[in-house]
């Protein structure tokens, strides 16, 4: 029987048992973002991960890595979270651990400068490892040195 989230059993011996369910992390609403998303050579953007948990608590580490591509560069010292946690940059990874908890919300953070003249189109990519609880991936895409293009306004009567 199930009531108010215990679950009760009775045992071959008559004993009754009680067994109250813990809720289960939910980080489904987790995202990555950036500001600005339209970048040239030598402006910083800000990555930002929110993680976002619905559900129990996380009862472990929680592992986050930022993924640059090589046209960005990580800007040392500009990593922040919004809870205690460790960050080790190495190339164009940078890695947060941390333990969230109870925390519905955290905000993970990192500037990047542009580091190319070349026209296109990135990706950040983030994989947040939450032990048992799984892996979740997202990505952000940026526009790196974009061209301004005005058409002919043309009027007709």
């Known amino acids: 029987v199930i009531i108010n989230g215990t679950i009760y059993w009775k045992s071959i011996d008559g004993a009754i048992t009680a067994l109250r369910a813990q809720s289960i992390p939910d980080l489904g609403a987790s995202t990555l973002s950036a500001s600005p998303l339209a ?22 580490k929680a592992v986050l ?3 640059l591509p090589s046209e960005l560069e990580y800007v040392p010292g500009s990593a922040y979270s919004t809870i205690t ?6 190339g164009n990874r940078v890695i947060w651990i941390g333990l969230p908890g109870a925390a519905s919300e ?7 400068n542009v580091e190319t003249s070349d026209p296109g189109g990135v990706d950040v990519n983030a994989q947040l490892d ?8 997202r990505s952000v895409t940026l526009v790196l040195n974009g061209q301004s293009v005005y058409l002919p306004l043309i009027l007709r009567q």
Request: proline share 4%; net charge positive.
């Open 39 to 60: 970048l040239r050579l030598g402006i910083s953007t800000t990555v930002t991960f929110t993680l976002r948990n619905g559900g129990g608590p996380l009862t472990g």
């Open 85 to 90: 946690g460790t960050f080790t940059p190495t």
């Open 130 to 137: 939450a032990g048992l609880v799984g892996v979740l991936t």
């Open 106 to 112: 955290v905000n993970i953070r990192l500037g990047a």
């Open 65 to 67: 890595t930022f993924t």
